[in-house]
């Protein structure tokens, strides 16, 4: 298979934190959306996080542009947050892809 037959333009994805605890807590599923392949730059900015480092905030700053709504456009701004134990669970699904 030639490489060139990989490459294409990113399509958005639904992705779903639909474990026990999220459910049980809000009722049902809650769903995201996120790129299912992510520009050079995007990996290269993880790649560089130091994993010793205790601040997640260059984490965050990488993450926050990937957790996306169903048009694409991200989640999270200086305004709109989200509960601390649905962001980290949310962070985890998106890594999780980053690293299929």
Known sequence: MK???LSAEPKLIE????DKETI???G???VFHTWDRQPMETFMKLANVDPNEKATGPVI???KNLILDENGKPLLTNKNVLPTKILLK???KVTELLGK
């Not at 992705?15 to 639909?18: M, T």
């Open 24 to 26: 049980e807590e809000y």
């Open 3 to 5: 490489l060139s037959q």
């Open 28 to 30: 049902e599923p809650i």
């Open 90 to 92: 949310v962070i985890a």
């Open 15 to 18: 992705l779903s934190l639909d």
């Open 61 to 63: 700053e990488i993450v």
